[in-house]
Nanobody, 124 residues
Framework: QVQLVESGGGLVQAGGSLRLSCAAS????????MGWFRQAPGKEREFVAT????????RYTDSVKGRFTISRDNAKNTVHLQMNSLKPEDTALYYC?????????????????WGQGTQVTVSS
């Protein structure tokens, strides 16, 4: 069992930066792939970024490539999402998720555990 708690969301102006963090409980964190998803009002949850269990392989949705960076620290059971050059269309509730598969996965159904989310609002 893994419990995930996100933090770091907030209100920022367009062009600004935020760093989201996800703290995980459980001794098997280092074996899980981790991902970030987001959901805007009235829209479906969408994939943002993922990182494999060891942290040497990542994948991003096209709209955030070059602006967002996912990273993990297995010693501290944390995963981060550094978000730069934020745009109003990045506004959403951001979720952290863990997959027992361990490799790079991008579909919500591939993830077994989810956090409660942290709100990111980007003003124009």
């Amino acid at each position: 069992q893994v419990q995930l708690v996100e933090s770091g969301g907030g209100l920022v102006q367009a062009g600004g930066s935020l760093r989201l963090s996800c703290a995980a409980s459980g001794r098997t964190f280092s074996s899980y792939a981790m991902g970030w998803f987001r959901q805007a009002p009235g829209k479906e949850r969408e994939f943002v970024a993922t990182i494999n269990w060891i942290g040497d392989s990542t994948r991003y949705t096209d709209s955030v490539k070059g602006r967002f960076t996912i990273s993990r620290d297995n010693a501290k059971n944390t995963v981060h999402l550094q978000m730069n050059s934020l745009k109003p269309e990045d506004t959403a509730l951001y979720y952290c998720a863990a997959s027992r598969f361990g490799g790079v996965v991008v579909t919500p159904r591939s993830f077994d555990y989810w956090g409660q989310g942290t709100q990111v609002t980007v003003s124009s």
